[in-house]
C-alpha cells in the first residue's frame, strides 16, 4: 500500500528558466491604460482579418475568402517587420516570424488561386498533377 503526501513543502517548485529572453519587439504596442485587445492591436487585427476572410469563405465563395486569410497574414508579416514593438505578434526572431507569415499567406494565396473548378491561374506544371498523386506502384 503507497503512503499518501500530504506535506504541501514535498511539492517540486516551478523551475523558471533562465537563458532564454523574450523575443525582440514583443513588449504590448500601448501601455496599460488601454484594454487588452487594444494594447495588443497589431495581432488583434491579423485576428480579425483572418476571422473575416473565414466568414467570407463560409458565406460567399472559398477563394474570396482565401485570398482575404492570405491577405491577413500578409498584414501580420508587414506588421511585424515595419512595427517596433507588436506583442503576442513577435513569436521568434522578426526574421523568422515575417518569414513563416509570408510562406504561409503566400501558400494560401497560391492554393486559392490554382484550385481545380476554373482556377484564376494556370500552372502548366499542375496540370497533370493528379496523375502522379496517389498512383500506385
Same mark, same amino acid.
Given at each position: +500500500?503507497? *503512503? ?18 523574450? /523575443?525582440?519587439?514583443?513588449? *504590448?504596442? +500601448? ?10 492591436? /497589431? ?15 463560409? *458565406? ?23 512595427? /517596433? ?39 502548366? *506544371? ?12
Amino acid at each position: +500500500m503507497s *503512503a499518501v503526501r500530504t506535506n504541501r513543502s514535498a511539492r517540486r517548485r516551478t523551475v523558471r528558466s533562465s537563458g532564454t529572453l523574450p /523575443p525582440e519587439g514583443s513588449g *504590448a504596442a +500601448m501601455d496599460r491604460d488601454h484594454a487588452l485587445p487594444v494594447r495588443q492591436w /497589431p495581432i488583434t487585427l491579423v485576428f480579425v482579418v483572418v476571422g473575416l476572410g473565414l466568414v467570407v469563405t463560409w *458565406a460567399v465563395d472559398f477563394r474570396y475568402g482565401l485570398l482575404v486569410l492570405g491577405a491577413g497574414f500578409g498584414i501580420g508579416a508587414l506588421l511585424r517587420l515595419l512595427v /517596433p514593438e507588436v506583442g503576442l505578434l513577435a513569436v521568434r526572431s522578426r526574421f523568422t516570424d515575417v518569414l513563416v507569415l509570408l510562406f504561409f499567406g503566400t501558400a494560401i494565396v497560391l492554393l486559392a488561386l490554382v484550385a481545380p473548378q476554373n482556377p484564376w491561374l494556370h500552372l502548366p *506544371a499542375l496540370e497533370n498533377i493528379g496523375k502522379y498523386v496517389g498512383r500506385q506502384h
